[in-house]
């Protein structure tokens, strides 16, 4: 069965310092999305990307957020300046329609910042 | 902005017993969603649901739609320790179809045996 491959499983990077999780979506999937989910608590949208820019995001995905799809099959997010309220778990979804169908999600990269 | 209530919290049952989750939003959904994450996992797609009072059947769950389109739930038959997990509903962020999802804050099963 098709994945959604993320990269990498766990970062552990200094308050200050950029990042950028990887993910390689479903190939024929047109959506993708990226989530997260601080411990113990609820998915959280952040933004979804659809046609080589963003289409929707959330009052999380703020200046220091972005996101790429630099090729025809990797969409990463950046965080510019992690902060320790960033550590999170950060899960990329990806969907070949709107509707119907549910999404994709990958196994997710555990960030954490010390 | 939007949101998705879901209740209860946790519960925890003996295995063979029933178990449902309720999720309720003040707005009107064009569809809801369920996905399931495993302690350590991800979110996995279980269904969606589109039509007023739809109930959808998967082995031993059950998923219903409610008439105004405004709440779901999620009904476990006779719970076996491998439904152990966090049920989260999930509905369009802006109530279109097409958006992306919010997410309810899950309902977190456990399950003895």
């Known amino acids: 069965e098709p994945e959604v491959t993320q990269t990498p499983s766990h970062q552990v990077t200094q308050m200050g310092q950029e990042v950028i999780l990887r993910c390689v979506p479903i190939s024929n999937h047109l959506y993708f999305y990226w989530y997260r989910q601080i411990l113990g608590q609820k998915v959280e949208f952040l933004v979804s990307f659809y046609n080589n820019e963003i289409s929707e995001k959330s009052e999380i995905f703020d200046d220091q957020f972005s996101v790429e799809r630099p090729d025809g099959s990797n969409f990463t997010l950046k965080i510019r300046s992690t902060k320790l309220e960033d550590s999170a778990m950060y899960f990329c979804?990806?969907?070949?329609?709107?509707?119907?169908?549910?999404?994709?999600f990958g196994s997710g990269t555990r960030l954490t910042v010390v | 902005g939007q949101q998705v209530m879901q209740i209860p919290q946790y519960q925890h049952v003996q295995e063979g017993e029933d178990f449902t989750t309720y999720c309720n939003s003040s707005t009107t959904l064009s569809n809801i969603q369920w996905y399931k994450q495993r302690p350590g996992g991800h979110p996995v797609f279980l269904i969606q649901l589109v039509k007023s009072g739809e109930v959808k059947k998967q082995k031993r769950l059950t998923f219903q739609f409610g008439e105004a389109k405004k709440n779901s739930s999620l009904h476990i038959t006779a719970t076996q320790t491998t439904d152990v997990g966090t049920y989260f509903c999930?509905?369009?962020?802006?109530?279109?179809?097409?958006?992306?999802?919010?997410f309810g804050k899950g309902t977190t099963l456990s399950v003895s045996s």
């Open positions: 979804a990806s969907r070949l329609t709107v509707s119907p169908g549910g999404y994709t």
């Open positions: 999930a509905a369009p962020l802006r109530g279109q179809a097409g958006t992306a999802l919010i």
